[in-house]
């Protein structure tokens, strides 16, 4: 059984990670665009001008998942003193 304090440690890691890519992923979407933009719209068939907000779709929703469901249960966990 997990105790309170391994899920604290757990869910403070899964934050850092989390946020570690999303703000990798925001790095990459922002200086490297065009090469990624073309090579989504040659993959998967979408027009350049949809992936763009198909990609802030994707950073919003990861941002907001991450927040919801990892910070926030760690932040409620630490303030509980655990």
Do not use: C
């Not at 403070?12 to 703000?23: F, P």
Request: proline fraction near 1%; aromatic fraction near 10%.
């Amino acid at each position: 059984m997990i105790t309170i304090s391994q899920l604290t440690e757990l869910l403070g890691w899964a934050s850092v990670i989390n946020i570690a890519y999303l703000l990798l992923a925001t790095v990459i979407l922002i200086f490297m665009r065009e090469t990624i933009s073309s090579i989504h719209s040659k993959m998967l068939d979408i027009d350049k001008k949809v992936l763009s907000s198909k990609y802030f779709d994707f950073l919003s929703i990861y941002k907001i998942v991450t927040l919801v469901f990892i910070v926030a249960p760690y932040v409620a966990l630490k303030i509980m003193g655990q």
